[in-house]
């Protein structure tokens, strides 16, 4: 999990108040289970356009927080909307999927 998530970043970004970190992270938690949650809407849809502007959306929003692991799968499945190609997608949303829920665990 160290390498798919950046503590220090999490911390500068709460000022050193765990308390503060916990509630970041759950807040982070809850919106990217409904931005997955529309996600697979729209790579069920094979709709590029919005499969790529919720994966940036994803992408910019896990980096905030230090979930570097999730922000590269995202960044990684933008790529792909960008070009149309939608193919390897629901793989990709697996991909997210999983490492969410490492972030969860580690909001708990």
Do not use: C, W
Not at 26 to 46: K, M, P
Not at 72 to 85: F, R, W
């Amino acid at each position: 999990m160290a390498q798919n998530f950046d503590q220090d970043q999490l911390r500068q970004l709460a000022g050193g108040d765990q308390a503060f970190e916990k509630e970041l992270l759950q807040l982070f938690v809850g919106d990217t289970e409904n931005s997955l949650l529309q996600l697979e809407t729209a790579i069920n849809a094979e709709n590029p356009t919005t499969v790529e502007s919720l994966a940036h959306y994803i992408k910019g929003a896990s980096a905030n927080v230090g979930a570097v692991g999730l922000s590269k799968a995202a960044a990684q499945l933008e790529a792909l909307a960008k070009t149309g190609q939608l193919k390897t997608a629901p793989s990709s949303l697996r991909q997210l999927q999983i490492l969410h829920q490492e972030v969860k665990r580690l909001a708990r």
